[in-house]
């Protein structure tokens, strides 16, 4: 459960109710409106919801020991190459943002399910921009994950994956082309026109197209499923 008072505010706040002070002068006390303290009582001790904004705590595969979602990273590692970015959020908060058309709603939702499955507990949102949706997580680790996040525009300089993420990428090689497609190809139809049994019948070949100008990037395209 989020809350924005630091977490031994609350404590402390829960203390003195259940000791018995009055919540007016429990809000006094902790220079907060009555109002936040009936809310903390109802949502701590009624309810029994856990305090504090664990999802801003998820530990990161990088810096211990906690397990990645390969799969998922991989996939969401196309994404980011192709149409996403981090920026910097508050504090040591940092910020992944995807970028996609909005007619592709099944995309999107992917989108969201992709993030809550490499930062567990994460709680992705999406914002309307002309066209597009942005969706966006929050973490501090997001550059741990993403080492290619830097100064500038991605397509305007190397772009080198890591030696862990190749093997992420060797692994799952599907999911990772998949991301790349979604962000930077094109769906389109070849159709023909044949008269088979007297009758003329249209057939129709979806097709994916894929461009990146960024030649640093091109071996990606000799990465072969196992």
């Not at 995309?107 to 921009?129: S, W, Y």
Request: charged fraction near 25%.
């Amino acid at each position: 459960m989020v809350h924005v008072r630091p977490t031994e505010i609350v404590e402390s706040a829960l203390r003195d109710s259940d000791a018995g002070m009055a919540d007016a002068d429990n809000a006094a006390k902790h220079g907060v409106a009555v109002k936040t303290i009936r809310r903390w009582r109802r949502l701590y001790q009624r309810r029994g919801l856990v305090r504090g904004q664990e999802h801003t705590s998820v530990p990161c595969p990088r810096c211990t020991d906690a397990v990645l979602d390969q799969e998922a990273y991989a996939e969401l590692l196309g994404w980011y190459l192709g149409d996403g970015h981090i920026s910097r959020g508050r504090g040591a908060v940092w910020n992944l943002h995807v970028y996609n058309d909005v007619k592709y709603v099944a995309n999107n939702d992917r989108l969201i399910e992709l993030m809550r499955r490499v930062k567990p507990g994460g709680r992705p949102h999406t914002r309307m921009a002309p066209g597009c949706v942005i969706t966006t997580v929050s973490w501090r680790h997001w550059p741990c994950l993403f080492p290619q996040h830097g100064p500038g525009r991605k397509h305007e300089r190397p772009i080198v994956l890591e030696d862990w993420q190749r093997t992420v990428v060797e692994s799952h090689p599907g999911p990772f082309l998949r991301g790349l497609f979604h962000s930077d190809g094109c769906r389109v139809n070849n159709w023909t026109r044949r008269i088979v049994a007297g009758e003329p019948k249209v057939y129709r070949y979806p097709r994916w197209q894929f461009c990146n100008a960024s030649t640093d990037i091109r071996p990606v395209r000799h990465v072969r499923r196992r």
